[in-house]
């Protein structure tokens, strides 16, 4: 794994080894009763039907760069199949939240955001299923009513559209940041922006004063990673100070097709785990998803266990690929902030 900033583990739990236990806060688990299934996937990259095909005038733009990207990879990588299975595979695991972390289309094309939207409705209701988007999302402006706007039910919080977004579920908080804004070529970075990082800080502030395991999702990777900044989250500093000073449970993001672990320092010499998922569909290639359940101990603090999902192209589906176990319990609680408000 490429180096991080200061702070950084680089130590891997895929061995299913027992991780340390870190100095529980008895207060935390507060109103978790039974454990929580949470379900991550990230970049399934919808395929591009005959349908879809873009025209020369769409493609004077960025887009021309991203279709040859997939007509020469992506399109051949991404699996219809895996697809299929993925949304079957989820199904049967019966998780209380599907959380996706961007990038569901290619080319920012209006139709492949109606696409989308459909297999959005496939993967779950709004209410079952929260999304974040990634940089191919953003990959150039599209009318709001055409893009973004037709996945607003899953992209919004229990309190409305906006980001940070919020879902509170069974004493699991997820926080939802969006990292993606349209970039010059040959850039696939993206950028959260001073005031969702300081809205975040102050939610996260509040969601662990009571008691809520916190689960922030972000397309791009507060720790660095393949590509270089040129796939960067540019304004990952202030995010990793934020997470230093509010604290989180854990943060889920996707973005470089690949498996990662990281772990980032939290309020009183507690430790926040970065974990990253795979393209969700990429066929021979490797794409996997991961199960979460999250339990409280009554010791203190969670116990969180992780199944990865990862396609059997021999199959014809996805099968378990690995387990591991962390017990998390916050440092003290951060000073107190002011009232948790999403950025405008």
């Given amino acids: 794994m490429p180096a991080g900033p200061p702070g950084v583990a680089r130590a891997l739990p ?36 005959p349908g879809l095909a873009p025209s020369w005038r769409q493609l004077a ?15 051949r990588a991404h699996s219809s199949a ?51 988007p990634g940089n191919h999302d953003a990959l150039v402006p599209v009318p709001a009513a055409e893009g973004l706007d037709l996945w607003a039910p899953w992209l ?9 977004s919020l879902r509170v579920r069974d004493g699991v908080a997820v926080l939802g940041l969006s990292s993606a804004v349209p970039t010059l070529p040959l850039l696939a970075g993206g950028r959260l922006g001073a005031a969702q990082v300081a809205a975040a800080e102050r939610m996260l502030g509040e969601l662990g004063r009571r008691g809520l395991f916190r689960v922030v999702l972000v397309h791009h990777s507060p720790v660095a990673g393949p590509g ?10 202030p995010l990793r100070d934020a997470l230093a000073r509010a604290g989180a449970e854990l943060v889920l993001h996707g973005h470089h097709h690949v498996r990662r672990f990281a772990v980032l320092p939290g309020p009183g010499g507690g430790r926040i785990p970065v974990l990253g998922v795979p393209a969700a569909a990429l066929g021979a ?3 996997s998803w991961h ?22 192209p021999a199959r014809g589906g996805f099968r378990a690929a690995g387990r591991w176990r962390l017990h998390l319990a916050p440092g003290p609680p951060a000073a107190r902030h002011g009232p948790a408000r999403p950025a405008a």
């Fill in 14 to 49: 895929w061995a299913g080894r027992e991780p340390p236990r870190y100095p529980a806060a008895p207060q935390h688990g507060a109103g978790m009763h039974q454990p929580f299934t949470l379900a991550h996937l990230s970049d399934p990259h919808l395929p591009l039907s």
């Fill in 61 to 75: 733009s960025k887009r021309s760069l991203a279709f040859l990207s997939w007509r020469r990879k992506r399109g």
């Fill in 82 to 132: 895996g697809l299929a299975a993925l949304l079957a595979d989820i199904a049967a695991a019966r998780p209380d939240l599907v959380a996706v972390t961007g990038d569901l289309v290619n080319l920012a094309l209006p139709g492949e955001f109606a696409a989308a939207r459909d297999w959005l409705a496939e993967l779950g209701p709004p209410a079952r299923v929260v999304l974040v």
């Fill in 156 to 164: 919004a919080g229990d309190a409305g559209p906006g980001f940070p």
């Fill in 228 to 237: 270089g900044w040129r796939k960067a989250l540019w304004d990952a500093g």
């Fill in 285 to 287: 290639h490797g794409g």
């Fill in 291 to 312: 199960r979460h359940v999250v339990a409280p101990d009554p010791a203190g603090g969670w116990w969180l266990d992780t199944e990865r999902r990862a396609w059997d």
